[in-house]
């Protein structure tokens, strides 16, 4: 039996976040009580949360791609799955990550260098097993159960709830755009995604989650009468008036109320048979 047997592996590719079960996961990854793996192994987990990069290019990444003063990781085409150089935007939040783990790995030559092994990058199923872990532990209790390339699929498919056009976030993931658009379309919309990934971080980073209005239902008022009133002299007054004063709106079927409509028809029933009776004789 090998390592890989043991390790988590990716299942149907059908899994969309909702932006506040990102957020969960963000503050989660942020809380060393629940998320206790080793910080360089934290910081990959970050920066694919903030930029919806594959996680080989994430582990892959080394010093000479990312120029933190200007923001900008550059992938060389040989890294990538479609062999073409792609060019991603960190937002602050991503700088910051990054400045963290490089007082870490700073001397190394990947920025998510192995801390077992020297020389390397950390191990390629690391980032879903730290995840599978959190899963394990029940320290993501709102969050659907997932895997890291669930986070590039939730970039993709949240990014026109603020505002961006889908096929911006298919530009930030390098993925090569359709047909025509594919074929004749070879505008890199930096600007626009340099945006969208801004924002992508801002709503990630904001720990107050959006505001839900619970719909509440105010039915009517509902008065429960007495089941006999009495009057000033002591008498019981008839089932019905009180079955009649009540304001609920399914007093009419109540069970006591059509046990007495049966017997007062069976009574009337009965007084008529009496009265044909007597007539006929």
């Known amino acids: 039996m090998r390592r890989a047997h043991f390790d988590a592996r990716p299942r149907k590719p059908d899994v969309a976040l909702r932006l506040e079960e990102v957020r969960a996961v963000w503050r989660a990854l942020g809380d060393r009580s ?30 000479e791609e990312v120029d933190l003063s200007a ?12 062999a073409r150089p792609h060019l991603v935007h960190l937002a602050p939040q991503a700088v910051t990550v990054l400045k963290r783990v490089k007082a870490i790995t700073g001397s190394e030559t990947h920025v998510f260098a192995s801390p077992i092994k020297n020389g390397q990058a950390i191990y390629g199923r690391s980032l879903n097993n ?12 709102t969050v659907t159960r997932c895997h890291v390339h669930d986070f590039r699929r939730t970039l993709i498919s949240r990014l026109p709830d603020l505002g961006f056009d889908s096929f911006i976030g298919h530009k930030i993931a390098n ?81 006591g ?25």
């Open 34 to 63: 629940h998320c206790s793996v080793d910080p360089v192994t934290l910081a990959a987990l970050q920066i694919i949360v903030l930029t919806g990069q594959r996680e080989s290019e994430v582990e892959g990444a080394a010093w």
């Open 71 to 82: 923001g900008i990781w550059r992938i060389p085409a040989h890294r990538t799955k479609n």
């Open 130 to 141: 730290a995840l599978g872990m959190m899963f394990k532990r029940e320290a993501l209790p």
């Open 175 to 255: 993925h090569t755009l359709p047909g025509d658009l594919g074929i004749y379309n070879h505008a890199e919309y930096l600007v626009e995604r340099q945006g969208a990934l801004y924002a992508w971080a801002e709503q990630i980073e904001n720990a107050v989650a959006s505001r839900v209005e619970n719909a509440t239902f105010v039915g009517p008022t509902r008065r429960d009468a007495p089941t006999s009133v009495r009057n000033r002299r002591g008498s019981k007054a008839d089932h019905s008036i009180a079955t009649r004063t009540s304001s609920r709106p399914d007093a009419r079927y109540s069970p």
């Open 257 to 281: 109320l059509r046990r007495y409509r049966l017997d007062r028809s069976m009574r009337l029933a009965r007084r008529s048979m009496r009265r044909a009776t007597w007539w006929s004789t």
